[in-house]
């Protein structure tokens, strides 16, 4: 299964990154293939999501790349204090943990995305540079563990969105990760079409964000599989 989440053209500013884990030999290792990639700075660490917490609203960091086990304050928890208190900084978690309910509480936490810790520095220097661009990015293990307990058979009738086809269609891209330009490659329609169902939708669900969006296509199912 490919990975949810995209990439249009590298940012060109340097994103700077806040790195939370509890294991220093992660925290090294991580920081030190980071600092190896033109455009990425790192410019904290943190050992726990209350630490990151302090760090994030001295350092104002645009990417949290954090762990879930931690202690005094784990990853979920700090995820959803990032949502309320600094949502100007994009949450992407990076586990060991595949397990289906973590993915989903991280997403409803406002994460930008979940990697596992398996994957290659490549995809996880792609997937920090498209939660930074403003999209979503689920690596290959994440989404099966997400989508593998649902099946078209069991799947619950989908219920009135109050949307048309159209934009049920282009919700579904945005859920997925796509950004504006791929959306309308994938719909052959215009970038500016798809902006303003992008707003269409926005408007009638009442969410503002790309996370948000991903979170009520799945717990609408209104994503495919």
């Known amino acids: 299964m490919p990975h949810i989440g995209t990439q249009d053209n590298p940012a060109v500013s340097t994103i700077r990154i806040l790195l939370v884990d509890d294991h220093p030999l992660v925290l090294e290792g991580i920081s030190a293939r980071l600092e190896s990639e033109p ?94 661009q403003g999209g979503t990015y689920f690596s290959a293990g994440a989404s099966e563990a997400l989508f593998s307990e649902f ?4 799947q619950p009738e989908k219920p009135d969105t109050g949307l048309t086809k159209r934009e049920e269609m282009v919700l579904k891209l945005i859920a997925e990760g796509k950004v504006n330009k791929e959306v309308a490659r994938a719909l052959d329609i215009s970038v500016r079409t798809v902006e303003t169902h992008r707003q269409n939708i926005k408007q009638k669900l009442n969410i503002q964000t790309a996370a948000g969006l991903t979170k009520y296509a799945l717990e609408h199912n209104l994503i495919s599989l």
């Open 151 to 154: 099946s078209k058979s069991d």
């Open 39 to 132: 455009g990425i700075e790192v410019i904290g660490q943190a050992n726990n999501g209350q630490q990151a917490l302090e760090k994030a609203a001295e350092l104002k960091p645009d990417v949290v790349l954090m762990d879930i086990s931690m202690p005094v304050m784990n990853g979920l928890e700090a995820a959803e204090h990032f949502k309320n208190d600094q949502p100007e900084a994009r949450v992407l978690i990076l586990s060991m943990h595949e397990n289906r309910e973590y993915i989903v509480k991280m997403i409803q936490s406002g994460a930008a995305g979940y990697v596992l810790k398996d994957v290659s520095s490549d995809e996880l220097i792609r997937a920090i540079q498209t939660v930074h």
